[in-house]
């Protein structure tokens, strides 16, 4: 978890230090916060395919699967979701550990409704 008024791309490199090297190539979609050299080239190194279009302001553009992007979307509904309960929108709980808490219940929530809705 970052601080509300740091950035997020460090905090996801550290993530995906975490995560380590993927033994094969594992596609990674990014949102374009995270669109910089420096967390595409961390992915890079661990075996990681971003999948982040470059900011509009970007002078050296690349390539990214345009198709596999869209499904980014469902990243996003799965955050709208979450932000449904009250206690993740608000996060009045204190420590990280109680606030991980009611994500990971909210989360387990969210999955069980899609499951068992037919």
């Not at 791309?9 to 596609?27: H, S």
């Not at 979609?29 to 661990?46: G, P, Q, S, V």
């Not at 075996?47 to 198709?67: I, L, R």
Request: aromatic share 12%.
């Amino acid at each position: 978890m970052s601080g509300g008024e740091e950035h997020d791309a460090p905090a996801g490199r550290l993530l995906l230090e975490t995560l380590g090297k993927q033994e094969t190539v594992v596609p990674l979609l990014m949102d374009r916060a995270y669109a910089d050299i420096k967390t595409r080239f961390t992915a890079w190194e661990l075996c990681f395919h971003a999948v982040v279009p470059p900011k509009t302001n970007t002078v050296d553009k690349w390539e990214y699967d345009k198709e596999l992007y869209k499904k980014r979307n469902e990243i996003e509904r799965f955050f709208r979701r979450l932000k449904a309960f009250r206690a993740v929108f608000t996060r009045y709980d204190k420590l990280d550990i109680i606030f991980s808490g009611s994500v990971l219940f909210a989360s387990i929530i969210i999955v069980l409704r899609c499951v068992n809705t037919p």
